[in-house]
């Protein structure tokens, strides 16, 4: 039996991850943490089998949270449950050290069947994803092709812009200077080809309502 810790500040999600999981003889919840300090902690006196974990969870940044575990706890299978676009950052958390990328948007059976994946050694991305992967399309002068050229750090310091966080926050959020945000956001209106930060925002909020 593989056990699991579900990180998530939802407690609608965490509660019907355990309930899902509760039938299923191969899995088991071991816990659910709500926050970056929270997982740590329990990190630290429990190791799972497989980690569920929103890549927005408090006191944390995610993609840079996904590095340092799997650096410290190198056993443990993280499997990326988010409402953001897979688009966006789905291969940004495999490159980072996740199993898997899976969108809090899809039935059940496919996040059960997701979990169970990373469970025994695999990695799970959804079909387009993966068909895009597989097949190398490009389609240069689409929203998708213009995300997807974008760095690890150029999409964390998109979401928090895209959240309203200023300069300041953002900077504290990814532990880097103003100056360097301000460098990010030159780069982001040049690659996605946007005049303005409003711009830039609302390119953002077109992909997720095309991914959901």
Not at 24 to 53: A, C, R, W, Y
Request: glycine letters at 6%.
């Amino acid at each position: 039996m593989s056990t699991v810790l579900i990180a998530d500040h939802h407690p609608i999600t965490w509660e019907g991850i355990t309930s899902l999981l509760s039938k299923n003889e191969q899995l088991e919840v071991i816990g659910h943490v709500t926050s970056g300090n929270e997982l740590f902690k329990f990190l630290k006196n429990q190791i799972p089998d497989v980690l569920v974990m929103e890549i927005d969870l408090p006191q944390i940044n995610g993609i840079t949270a996904l590095r340092n575990i799997k650096n410290l706890f190198p056993g443990t299978k993280m499997l990326v449950f988010s409402c953001h676009p897979e688009e966006m950052y789905a291969l940004s958390a495999i490159k980072a050290g996740a199993s898997g990328y899976i969108s809090k948007t899809v039935a059940i059976e496919n996040l059960q069947m997701a979990i169970t994946q990373v469970a025994r050694g695999g990695i799970y991305l959804n079909r387009n994803i993966t068909e895009r992967i597989n097949s190398g399309i490009s389609q240069s002068n689409s929203l998708i092709s213009k995300f997807k050229k974008l760095s690890t750090r150029e999409a964390e310091v998109l979401n928090l812009i895209s959240n309203g966080k200023r300069n300041k926050d953002i900077a504290e959020a990814l532990d880097i200077n103003e100056k360097t945000v301000s460098t990010y956001k030159t780069r982001l209106l040049k690659k996605l080809k946007v005049d303005n930060i409003a711009d830039l925002i609302h390119q953002t909020r077109l992909l997720q309502l095309r991914t959901t």
